[in-house]
């Protein structure tokens, strides 16, 4: 017999998970908050990590355009090394066009400008190859990047677990 009074009664695994991670969450954000540091739920961000070198200023273009405050600065530097590697031409170019265009018009370079000022520079040139390119290649290094899914609350594939509609299809008990 199923006493309905006790604690945790009625509770699934799911609705345990979900609770279980919402108090991780504000356990970091409380210590976010009153440390300043950046909380991350990956082990291997715990490890320190060689950053492959890039050109100044691309480091943080990337984290511009894509701006997550919990990834730390090796997932943005994997995929735009990799895009330095395959077009370091367009790279080297469109941002040595961004640093000017930088400094004619703020008299710094484009990584020590406030964030408004830098964002206003990439909007004017998101038509360019070169902002094409860094987006992309970050969108798939990011977004694409299966240790990074639990960040974004993402389970990944379904198909091979028997689909959605088993496995929270309906949980909308964020609403």
């Known amino acids: 017999m199923h006493d309905s009074s006790a604690p945790g009664a009625g509770l699934s695994r799911r609705r345990f998970m979900s609770l279980s991670a919402q108090s991780l969450a504000l356990l970091g954000a409380t ?27 691309l480091l943080q273009m990337g984290r511009d355009i894509f701006p997550h405050d919990r990834l730390a600065d090796q997932h943005y530097a994997k995929p735009l090394a990799a895009l330095l590697d395959k077009q370091g031409v367009l790279v080297r170019q ?3 066009t961004l640093q000017a265009s930088a400094r004619e018009r703020h008299g710094k370079a484009f990584e020590a400008l406030a964030e408004n000022d ?11 190859p070169f902002f094409r390119e860094v987006r992309s ?8 990047n299966k240790a990074l899914f639990p960040l974004f609350g993402y389970e990944g594939s379904s198909v091979e677990k028997g ?13």
């Not at 830098?118 to 360019?128: G, K």
């Open 31 to 57: 210590a976010v908050s009153s440390q300043l540091i950046p909380v991350t739920l990956l082990a291997d961000e715990a490890r320190p990590v060689a950053l492959p070198e890039l050109p100044a200023g």
């Open 137 to 144: 290649a970050l969108m798939f290094g990011i977004y694409d």
């Open 163 to 175: 689909g959605y509609v088993n496995r929270g299809f309906n949980d909308i008990d964020w609403l």
């Open 94 to 96: 469109g941002l040595q």
């Open 118 to 128: 830098r964002v206003a520079l990439l909007r004017a040139i998101e038509t360019e």
